[in-house]
């Protein structure tokens, strides 16, 4: 079987759901076998964010991989693991409300507005609310023109991820800052120069 047909075939999004759970699977795993080291929510929090803008960077990856190898499977899984993005964001804010703020939302709200990067990190997370409760077809239908305008506001959400990442790293920036260039490669291909180069040398084009 061909890469092409792999992506095309029916097995392809099921395997996809798998993958994506699977650092879930490893945080439960080490939960349950006491691997989470001195801090186990700390590692819990840190984990789930970074996942977050590890699938938030791979979303985005879908449409230029199209272009630049032509292959229009790849947007098969953009929806999907736009999903598991907002999925793996709602575990860190999760974990870091009950954890940190016993629910307490008086505490919380505090906290938002003292510390910046926890400022940027929840501004994110409100901005990829409606995103992901539009990402159904019913809604893509029904918003029209409005739901790719809406939708653009995952840009915004990648720099405020990024921002509040490297805001919250204290030493080793070498994580952070992959993750800023992939970003900065990402924004600048939407924004035009960079979209236009691959789809001339993309082989759909050709």
């Not at 992901?132 to 409005?146: C, E, F, P, V, Y």
Request: glycine share 4%; proline share 4%; aromatic share 12%.
């Amino acid at each position: 079987m061909s890469f092409t047909a792999a992506l095309r075939s029916a097995y392809a999004k099921p395997l996809a759901h798998l993958l994506c759970l699977v650092p879930l699977a490893a945080l439960l795993w080490a939960a349950f076998d006491d691997g989470l080291g001195a801090n186990p929510v700390e590692r819990l929090t840190h984990e789930t964010g970074q996942w977050t803008l590890r699938f938030l960077l791979l979303t985005l990856s879908m449409t230029p991989l199209r272009q630049w190898t032509g292959l229009a499977a790849w947007i098969r899984f953009r929806r999907l693991l736009g999903l598991y993005t907002f999925f793996y964001l709602a575990c860190h804010f999760m974990i870091w409300f009950i954890a940190d703020h016993s629910l307490d939302v008086i505490a919380m709200g505090e906290d938002i507005i003292k510390r910046p990067y926890i400022t940027l990190g929840f501004s994110a997370l409100l901005l990829m609310l409606p995103l992901a409760i539009t990402s159904n077809q019913a809604m893509i239908r029904r918003l029209g023109k409005k739901w790719k305008s809406l939708h653009q506001l995952v840009y915004l959400i990648l720099s405020l991820g990024v921002l509040h990442f490297i805001w919250l790293v204290k030493a080793d920036y070498l994580e952070p800052t992959i993750y800023a260039i992939i970003a900065v490669v990402l924004l600048l291909h939407r924004a035009g120069p960079m979209k236009r180069f691959s789809l001339r040398s993309s082989p759909a084009a050709r």
